[in-house]
């Protein structure tokens, strides 16, 4: 089991979206086809990213910053209880940091 090291340095680059995961062959069932379900999401700014066919999971990304994200790349509640709990859960596997260049955690 992969452990998460290291901690938060405020870089801001996991709060620049919103990360949904849907059940996959539902999705698909009301669209058609994929293609037809990522040409739909394409046009609202959804993004289908990746997909796990084993789990029936299908993972969609908007580009939608954080409206507690400052101009500086500073959570304003991250010391905070009004920080939401997937935040602070935030990453919970080596997945939730491909393409984060200056986060500070790791999964070893």
């Known amino acids: 089991m ?3 090291q290291g901690e938060c340095t405020s870089c801001g680059e996991c709060c620049q979206t919103v990360n949904i995961t849907a059940v996959r062959d539902i999705s698909i ?3 058609g086809s994929l293609k037809e379900l990522k040409l739909y999401l394409s046009y609202r700014g959804i993004e289908v990213v990746g997909e796990n066919i084993e789990k ?5 990304s908007m ?3 954080c409206s507690q994200l400052s101009v500086d790349f500073k959570c304003k509640v991250h010391n905070s209880p009004e920080k939401p709990l997937i935040c602070n859960r935030f990453p919970r596997d080596r997945e939730d940091l491909e393409g984060l260049k200056d986060c500070g955690y790791r999964f070893s």
């Open 2 to 4: 992969m452990k998460r």
């Open 63 to 65: 580009e939608i910053p």
């Open 56 to 60: 029936n999971l299908l993972f969609y």
């Open 29 to 31: 069932q009301q669209h």
